[in-house]
T-cell receptor, first 114, second 114 residues
């Protein structure tokens, strides 16, 4: 019940296109859903995060869509650029008020081609 | 503000030895979490410290331990190293408490066990 399932495993998008990565969770105790971007040799960098009280959050070219009833959330990268080529992880955190434990998806390797 | 720093960045140890990794969180952050990242298992939560107390623990054997100091710096120790402990060990800091879920990762320590 602690799993976060992420798809696709890898994604190739042309420059200017939209990249879409999907995640699903089972544990209804999760109430914080961040996305991280990781480049080779680096630690994950927080991109954008959402809580279940909103269905969408946008920051620049990055948008999270959240469907509470389906227990699914997705990351959309608009106008994808070669510099976006990286591995993306979704994650989910519990609503305990004090804990920071995150459960991560398995990652999506995004390649943006010219 | 300076980001999360981890030392050393790379480490090679022999099976059976022990190792200590260090993490300095972002100034003002009181929570430090540790994660193990491997190609096979992905990102897995090890434990979290807040105000020098372990607040949460993942499903790792007792060979993995940690501590946090009064200045919020944290150390992680792995005793009796096994080949399977080879991984990228990531530290993440957050404000902690009842606010500040956002976790910011350091660059990691790459541990190789031979």
């Amino acid at each position: 019940q602690q799993q976060v399932k992420q798809s696709p495993q890898s994604l190739i998008v042309q420059k200017g296109g939209i990249s879409i990565i999907n995640c699903a969770y089972e544990n209804t105790a999760f109430d914080y859903f961040p996305w991280y971007q990781q480049f080779p040799g680096k630690g994950p960098a927080l991109l954008i995060a959402i809580r279940p009280d909103v269905s969408e959050k946008k920051e620049g070219r990055f948008t999270i869509s959240f469907n509470k009833s389906a227990k699914q959330f997705s990351l959309h990268i608009m106008d994808s650029q070669p510099g976006d080529s990286a591995t993306y992880f979704c994650a989910a955190g519990p609503n305990t008020g004090t804990a920071s434990k995150l459960t991560f998806g398995t990652g999506t390797r995004l390649q943006v081609t010219l | 503000k300076a980001g999360v720093t981890q030392t050393p960045r790379y480490l090679i140890k022999t099976r059976g030895q022990q190792v200590t990794l260090s993490c300095s969180p972002i100034s003002g952050h009181r929570s430090v979490s540790w994660y193990q990242q491997t190609p096979g298992q992905g990102l897995q939560f090890l434990f979290e410290y807040f105000s020098e107390t372990q607040r949460n623990k993942g499903n790792f054997p007792g060979r993995f331990s940690g501590r946090q100091f009064s200045n919020s710096r944290s150390e992680m120790n792995v005793s009796t190293l096994e080949l399977g402990d080879s991984a990228l060990y990531l530290c993440a800091s957050s404000l902690g408490g009842t606010v500040g879920y956002e976790q910011y990762f350091g660059p990691g320590t790459r541990l190789t066990v031979t």
